[in-house]
């Protein structure tokens, strides 16, 4: 009996987390991207001999480099999304 | 004694630098003979990747310290192997690093390293650091060099490097404070790679890019402020009586100036003195006459000592020693 009591209230708590879940979302989507974007500056700066930029110094590159999975795939996934850039940031800002 | 040969705080460092050929090593080597004769343990060492330290103190060198005489040692450092040395083990630490990662192709980035502009002058100044954190164990370290261009530019390194290490742990930390902001509101990130998961890191201790960017940094700065202290360091110009070295000679002296390394002293080598009057050699001589004027102008408050052209080249310690004696004397 007790349990089925429960239900409504536990279907209300189930509503809000999702309801929040998708605020807590919203909240950090900006914040993502510009975490993303700045992962990927890094590592370009990192690697600007490849593209032609004046990189910092090689000693400093080559000790950093073996640290940097993280960000050298966040600058490979942004070059292959670097052709809809627009389309991110549309649907970042809700623009359809 | 001339001040600036003598150690003050420790141990002193002297830079010989010049245009190629003007005799930076048996000058380096001279001034070090005469110095571990007046008793200070020294250490000389050729970091021009064309050496020929080993020629003029008729001994086969090594990287490694090799004692010559009493209180002198002598080294050549060989920069290809440690460039080679160097991106071998790095190359072999990346690609396990990087198994889950096809999308660089490593060996050609490496090839791009190993002959990227610059490698030689970052090899160069890691060799100087490596001297100087041991620099304890000498009295005097003198450094023969590489021909100006490369040494000023090895010079001017650590605070360009400083500038790079400053500009990269500010972006780091705009990553570290975003990802910690990201974690504070979802909970601990994780980032899959292959069938690896790693934790994201947030804080600047626990991550490695972070430690490995100051660590560099600290690095860099120990051997900006060894090389800027006019307590530790001293460069000396070697030069010839002619207007080639003049210039390069006054453009050294205007970069050093700028990355605040002190220039203490000129060395000029070779002087021409004649008893008689030879035609054929009148234009050189008024050309000496010339350059002797304008750096007497151009450099006021720099010493000058006169090494005149020997009848045979000054090699082997009785020789050095001699000639060190002009160089180190006041």
Do not use: C
């Not at chain 2, 920069?79 to 990662?101: A, D, F, Q, V």
């Not at chain 2, 991550?207 to 120990?222: G, H, I, P, S, T």
């Not at chain 2, 008024?286 to 005149?308: A, C, D, N, Y």
């Amino acid at each position: 009996m007790k349990d089925k009591e429960k239900d409504p209230l536990e279907n209300v708590r189930a509503f809000l987390k999702g309801f929040f879940g998708a605020f807590k979302q919203n909240s950090t989507e900006y914040l993502e991207f510009e975490l993303r974007e700045l992962e990927n500056v890094f590592a370009l700066t990192l690697m600007g001999a490849f593209v032609g930029i004046p990189s910092p110094p090689t000693t400093l590159v080559i000790r950093v480099l073996p640290h940097m999975t993280r960000e050298l795939y966040v600058m490979q996934r942004r070059a292959v999304d670097m052709d809809d850039v627009l389309g991110e940031l549309a649907g970042m800002f809700e623009i359809t | 004694m001339r001040e600036f040969f003598l150690p003050k705080k420790g141990y002193r460092v002297v830079f010989f630098i010049g245009k190629g050929g003007v005799g930076k090593t048996t000058s380096s080597a001279a001034a070090a003979t005469a110095l571990a004769e007046r008793g200070y343990r020294t250490l000389v060492v050729s970091l021009d990747p064309a050496h020929n330290l080993g020629d003029v103190l008729m001994v086969k060198l090594k990287d490694k310290p090799k004692k010559i005489a009493e209180n002198l040692y002598a080294a050549e450092l060989d920069m290809e192997k440690l460039i080679k040395t160097y991106l071998k083990h790095l190359e072999e630490s990346m690609k396990h690093t990087y198994r889950y990662l096809t999308v660089i192709n490593l060996e050609k980035y490496f090839e791009v390293l190993s002959y990227s502009p610059g490698i030689e002058e970052y090899a160069t100044l890691e060799a100087v650091r490596e001297i100087l954190v041991k620099g304890d164990e000498w009295d005097v370290i003198i450094f023969d060099t590489p021909p100006t261009g490369l040494t000023l530019r090895v010079l001017a390194l650590p605070r360009i490097s400083l500038i790079w290490a400053d500009k990269l742990i500010e972006i780091r930390k705009a990553i570290l404070e975003r990802r910690a902001a990201i974690a504070n509101i979802h909970g601990e990130q994780e980032f899959v790679v292959g069938d690896e998961r790693v934790k994201l890191p947030t804080k600047e201790e626990e991550d490695a890019v972070m430690r490995e960017l100051k660590k560099y940094r600290e690095e860099v700065a120990f051997v900006e402020g060894v090389i800027t202290n006019p307590r530790k360091t001293s460069v000396v110009a070697v030069m010839n009586p002619e207007m080639l070295p003049l210039y390069e000679t006054e453009r050294a002296r205007e970069s050093l100036r700028k990355f605040h390394v002190p220039f203490n002293m000129i060395v000029m080598n070779k002087v021409l003195e004649l008893k008689g009057e030879i035609p054929e050699l009148r234009a050189k001589l008024e050309t000496q006459e010339m350059v002797l004027r304008e750096v007497g102008r151009k450099f006021p408050g720099v010493e000058m000592v006169k090494i005149p052209v020997f009848a045979e080249e000054p090699r082997g310690l009785e020789r050095l020693r001699e000639l060190g004696g002009i160089i180190v004397e006041g």
